[in-house]
């Protein structure tokens, strides 16, 4: 054999190995990258685990119920607990200490409460809107038919506290239509009010549409066009101090989804 012969051999031999080297390199190259990504895309829902503990409007019960039971099918071996009530009273337990993960209020000014001293984490993001209604007594026995009505001797009509977010709606609609209406009652949260009605023991509450919706055939409702000058924003927002960093946000995630849109539209609620 030449010499030339010898060289071009040799030559052929060692590109040989060095691209079998590369090939076997490459191959283990893909095949980690391969396990990383099934990894990570299995252990994104996996990761997900433990309770999440929503303080949310009273007029959310609902819709956030239902939801809650959603993530947890998405997500199994989570838990989604609520504590509904007045956002006024629900920020003052945030702010007080109480522990929680997540925080849906029925207006802005009650989240302030919450941002002002530094417990919530991030910026609030608005994920509805709600509008008021008249809710009266089935058939609407009174013939209540304007938010004037409500002031008629007589009449025993009933609203949310003015520092609770329907009850500040409620005084803002009033306002606009030149209206002054003494209840026989002040209640706490929207339920509180909407209950009464369905008693019996008031003849006409000023509620949300989506209480009036909730409530079925117990109450009629009534629509006056002052409450649009009293749309209530909602703000969802994650905690500082959350237990559950990952759940908490993939909560409100859930939320502000299309599916967690459909959901809330469909028990009344306005989107943002």
Do not use: W
């Amino acid at each position: 054999m030449t010499r030339t012969a010898r060289r071009t051999r040799r030559t052929l031999q060692v590109t040989g190995a060095g691209v079998a080297a590369l090939l076997a390199l490459s191959a283990c190259s893909s095949s980690d990258d391969s396990s990383t990504s099934d990894s990570s895309a299995s252990g994104s829902s996996d990761q997900l685990s433990g309770t999440v503990t929503v303080f949310a409007a009273a007029s959310l019960k609902e819709s956030f119920t239902a939801l809650g039971k959603e993530f947890e099918e998405q997500h199994p071996g989570t838990k989604v607990t609520f504590s509904f009530g007045g956002s006024d009273s629900l920020a003052a337990s945030i702010t007080g200490g109480a522990p929680a993960d997540v925080f849906a209020s029925a207006s802005p000014k009650t989240m302030k409460i919450v941002t002002d001293a530094g417990d919530a984490s991030g910026t609030p993001a608005t994920f509805v809107r709600n509008q008021l209604e008249i809710a009266t007594l089935p058939g609407n026995p009174d013939g209540i038919s304007t938010l004037k009505d409500l002031t008629g001797s007589g009449l025993k009509v009933v609203l949310c506290d003015k520092e609770v977010p329907c009850g500040a709606a409620a005084q803002k609609a009033l306002d606009a239509a030149g209206l002054e209406l003494t209840p026989v009652s002040y209640e706490q949260d929207v339920k509180s009010a909407l209950t009464k009605v369905e008693l019996k023991e008031a003849d006409a509450a000023v509620v949300y549409k989506t209480d009036v919706h909730a409530a079925g055939d117990k109450v009629e409702g009534v629509d006056f066009p002052e409450s649009a000058n009293a749309i209530n924003d909602y703000p969802i927002v994650r905690l500082k101090d959350t237990r559950n960093t990952e759940a908490a946000q993939a909560f409100i995630a859930l939320v502000r989804s299309s599916a967690g849109q459909k959901v809330l539209t469909g028990a009344g609620f306005l989107k943002p």
